[in-house]
């Protein structure tokens, strides 16, 4: 995910010098990352090869990064694509990764040529792998396919015409259910009477966002 968007940012940079001097919207490309925390709800819980059901819940604490673009339609809104994900090792035998593709809305409440201050609503799918290996289970692959969606409030603060940094803090939600789960490469249909694909995970919390905002197509000053 991480080599991804340093290709991505690295193929578009140079879009950012001719760019200056266009005037027919205003295209910008974000890259950042930041701590997302909050409650994870599972709808089983895994032990001694068996599923139960309630299987409670927990804290969590990762970082997440992001790569987005918009294109402003008009001085207060624009429409995006985003890309985010998290890759992670809770412990030495387990680790997890996500990734989310979709679409964001954002309005401007302040639109200024250096300042920006505005509200961001964004729905996506979400793809879920974790590898993990323990004296129980032997090597369990699983993975997920579900959605998100998050809620934000952000400001983009410019240095000049292209480059800027950005600050967002808002709401996140993560939900995906098993789609694949394999033990010791063998795929496992069931688990104690329970489907795979009936098995859900549910993060919700709090996230933060820092990094950098690049401007690779501008509107002129005037119409901002």
Do not use: C, W
Request: proline share 2%.
């Amino acid at each position: 995910m991480n080599k991804f968007i340093f290709i991505v940012l690295a193929s578009l940079f140079s879009a950012t010098i001719p760019a200056q001097s266009v005037n027919k919207g205003r295209v910008q490309l974000k890259l950042g990352l930041g701590p997302y925390s909050g409650k994870v709800t599972s709808s089983h819980v895994f032990k001694n090869n068996t599923t139960a059901l309630n299987g409670g819940e927990d804290v969590f604490v990762t970082l997440q990064n992001e790569l987005s673009i918009h294109y402003n339609t008009h001085k207060n809104f624009s429409f995006g694509l985003f890309l985010s994900g998290i890759d992670q090792g809770d412990t030495d035998t387990t680790s997890y990764s996500t990734g989310s593709l979709g679409f964001s809305v954002q309005y401007y409440i302040i639109n200024k040529p250096k300042l920006n201050f505005y509200f961001d609503a964004r729905v996506g799918g979400l793809g879920y792998n974790e590898n993990s290996s323990n004296v129980e289970f032997g090597r369990v692959y699983i993975n997920g396919r579900g959605s998100t969606n998050a809620f934000s409030l952000g400001v983009n603060k410019y240095f000049g015409n292209v480059f800027g940094v950005y600050l967002k803090a808002g709401y996140m939600r993560q939900a995906f259910a098993l789609t694949h789960y394999n033990l010791d490469s063998e795929p496992v249909k069931s688990i104690d009477l329970n489907q795979i694909e009936d098995i859900k995970t549910m993060f919700n919390g709090a996230f933060v966002n820092f990094g950098l905002t690049i401007k690779l197509r501008n509107k002129s000053p005037k119409s901002e």
